[in-house]
C-alpha cells in the first residue's frame, strides 16, 4: 500500500501551533444598513438600469444590420451583466439572516455588527467593525465576521489577550474596546 493512504501516528505533538476557529455554516448574516443597501441597488437595477438599456438595445435593433452596430451588441452585453447582478442579489437577499447589532449597544462581548479596537504585539492599535460578507469594506476598517481576525475575535471579551494566525505568523491581540450602534427609536 502507498504511503499516501496510511494515517501517520508517529508524532503527536503537544505543542501544536494555534489554528483558526472553524469556519461557521454557511449563513448570510448581514445588517439592516447592508440589507437595505443590497435591496436598493436590486430595485434600481429592475426598474432604472435594466429597462433604459431595453430601450437602447430595441432602438439600435430597428437601426438594421445587428452584426456592425456598437450600440446593440454593448447593450446585449450590458443587459446580460445587469441580469447576472440581478440574479445574484436576488439569491443573496433570499438566504439573508439580518441581524441587529444595536440590541448589544453598551456589551463588552464581540458579537455580529461590533467595531473592536485592538492592540497588537508592537502595541499599535487597530480597529475593525465585522460585517456579512456583501457589506464589508475593508478600506472602511471593515471585515466579513468569516474573515480570521473576525473569527478570532468573535464572543471574546474586552481585556482578553487572542492568538491571531495570520500569514505572517502567530500574533498576540488584546482587546480594549467593544462599540455597538446605538438603538435606533421607534
Known amino acids: 500500500?502507498?504511503?499516501?493512504?496510511?494515517?501517520?501516528?508517529?508524532?503527536?505533538?503537544?505543542?501544536?501551533?494555534?489554528?483558526?476557529?472553524?469556519?461557521?455554516?454557511?449563513?448570510?448574516?448581514?445588517?439592516?444598513?447592508?440589507?437595505?443597501?443590497?435591496?436598493?441597488?436590486?430595485?434600481?437595477?429592475?426598474?432604472?438600469?435594466?429597462?433604459?438599456?431595453?430601450?437602447?438595445?430595441?432602438?439600435?435593433?430597428?437601426?438594421?444590420?445587428?452584426?456592425?452596430?456598437?450600440?446593440?451588441?454593448?447593450?446585449?452585453?450590458?443587459?446580460?451583466?445587469?441580469?447576472?447582478?440581478?440574479?445574484?442579489?436576488?439569491?443573496r437577499l433570499e438566504i439573508a439572516q439580518i441581524s441587529d447589532a444595536s440590541v448589544h449597544h453598551g456589551g463588552d462581548q464581540v458579537f455580529f455588527g461590533a467595531t473592536v479596537r485592538y492592540a497588537g504585539d508592537d502595541g499599535v492599535s487597530h480597529s475593525v467593525t465585522i460585517l456579512g460578507v456583501d457589506e464589508a469594506d475593508s478600506l472602511l476598517g471593515q471585515v466579513s465576521w468569516i474573515s480570521p481576525i473576525a473569527r478570532t475575535l468573535l464572543k471574546s471579551r474586552v481585556g482578553d489577550v487572542l492568538k491571531l494566525v495570520s500569514p505572517q505568523g502567530v500574533q498576540e491581540i488584546e482587546i480594549l474596546a467593544v462599540d455597538y450602534p446605538r438603538p435606533q427609536p421607534s
Open 1 to 91: 500500500m502507498s504511503k499516501a493512504f496510511t494515517r501517520e501516528t508517529e508524532h503527536d505533538d503537544d505543542d501544536e501551533a494555534p489554528t483558526l476557529p472553524p469556519l461557521p455554516a454557511t449563513r448570510n448574516y448581514i445588517t439592516p444598513a447592508g440589507y437595505a443597501s443590497l435591496r436598493d441597488e436590486l430595485l434600481a437595477l429592475i426598474d432604472v438600469e435594466r429597462p433604459r438599456i431595453v430601450e437602447i438595445v430595441h432602438w439600435a435593433a430597428s437601426n438594421g444590420d445587428r452584426s456592425e452596430n456598437g450600440d446593440y451588441i454593448y447593450g446585449k452585453k450590458r443587459l446580460r451583466e445587469i441580469d447576472r447582478r440581478i440574479r445574484f442579489l436576488t439569491q
